[in-house]
């Protein structure tokens, strides 16, 4: 802590490095955690209904989790070695191509950890060194992780929005968040609630699902961490964000408005942005346009 008190700008170096390795991680997890929870459905399915698998003959799967088995290249299956795993650089000097078969590797696990890394810094610029920035720089992890999983697969996993949820309220209750456990507990109420009675009357005046439940977790895991008090201005703006990336998706992609997409990033975003920026934002509301 002396260290920091001389050399304050190592703190948010020091988080950047580490949200660098993080997010190699999280690319990790956004990949391996929807296959699993896949083969657990199934294993689950087979459990319950064993009759569908009569007369058929089903081969034991190999171990598949966060850290088996060792990444490999999609097309050659050469192993992913220790010097090819370096977050940003192995990916720049190999020119995103496999070192084996020159197979393209995607640009998104670099943005990824450059993503991870700027936003861990941005907390630990804005936030000084305490167990409360530590706790959000994992909540930032976890939305990141949430955010790129939903554009993938439009599934907001309960294996990460219920611990989110979870942690918020058990860091009320420590007193280590200064978020009351009363306004921490109101708020994952009204947070899951107010977007299940939205998707509920949407349901029963059009016919159609409007929204997945990992939406109203997730927004109670947002009420949570950051209270009630903060909700209708999450809400607020990623229904705001939500529409205006909708209009110009569809205008790039020509694609029909009534096709689904993922609202959880929005929320993930406006979570985050209303973790660091949401009292100024509104305090900066109130006196330009409200002049209170």
């Given at each position: 802590m002396e260290l920091l008190t001389y050399y304050p700008w190592l703190y948010p170096v020091f988080a950047a490095l580490f949200g660098l390795l993080i997010g190699s991680f999280l690319n990790v997890v956004i990949y391996r955690l929807p296959i699993m929870m896949e083969r657990e459905w199934k294993r689950d399915c087979i459990d319950c209904f064993p009759e569908f698998q009569q007369g058929k003959t089903t081969e034991e799967q190999?171990?598949?989790?966060?850290?088996?088995?060792?990444?490999?290249?999609?097309?050659?299956?050469?192993?992913?070695?220790a010097k090819d795993n370096i977050p940003?650089?192995?990916?720049?000097?190999?020119?995103?191509?496999?070192?084996?078969?020159?197979?393209?590797?995607?640009?998104?696990?670099?943005?990824?950890?450059?993503?991870?890394?700027?936003?861990?810094?941005?907390?630990a610029l804005l936030l000084?060194?305490?167990?409360?920035?530590?706790?959000?720089?994992?909540?930032?992890f976890t939305l990141i992780a949430l955010t790129f999983i939903d554009i993938d697969k439009m599934l907001l996993p309960d294996q990460l929005t219920l611990p989110l949820m979870w942690a918020g309220l058990l860091l009320a209750v420590l007193g280590?968040?200064?978020?009351s456990i009363e306004d921490a507990l109101i708020?994952?109420?009204?947070?899951?609630?107010?977007?299940?009675s939205l998707y509920?009357?949407?349901?029963?005046?059009?016919?159609k699902e409007g929204m997945?439940?990992?939406?109203?977790?997730?927004?109670?895991?947002?009420?949570?961490?950051?209270?009630?008090?903060?909700l209708p201005f999450v809400i607020l703006l990623s229904s705001l964000i939500g529409a205006i990336c909708g209009i110009i998706l569809m205008r790039i992609q020509k694609s029909d408005t009534q096709a689904p997409f993922s609202f959880g990033p929005y929320?993930?975003?406006?979570?985050?942005?209303?973790?660091?920026?949401?009292?100024?934002?509104?305090?900066?509301?109130?006196?330009?346009?409200?002049?209170?």
């Open positions: 190999p171990t598949f989790n966060l850290s088996i088995p060792r990444s490999r290249c999609p097309k050659c299956n050469a192993l992913i070695t940003v650089l192995s990916w720049l000097w190999l020119k995103g191509r496999c070192r084996h078969c020159q197979h393209p590797i995607s640009a998104r696990y670099p943005l990824v950890e450059l993503l991870t890394a700027a936003m861990v810094a941005t907390v000084p060194l305490s167990e409360w920035s530590v706790a959000v720089i994992f909540f930032t280590v968040s200064p978020v708020g994952a109420m009204f947070g899951y609630l107010s977007l299940w509920w009357c949407f349901k029963l005046l059009t016919g997945g439940y990992g939406d109203f977790k997730l927004l109670a895991a947002l009420g949570a961490w950051l209270g009630w008090q903060s929320l993930a975003l406006a979570g985050w942005v209303s973790m660091l920026w949401g009292t100024q934002i509104i305090d900066w509301y109130l006196t330009s346009y409200l002049g209170l």
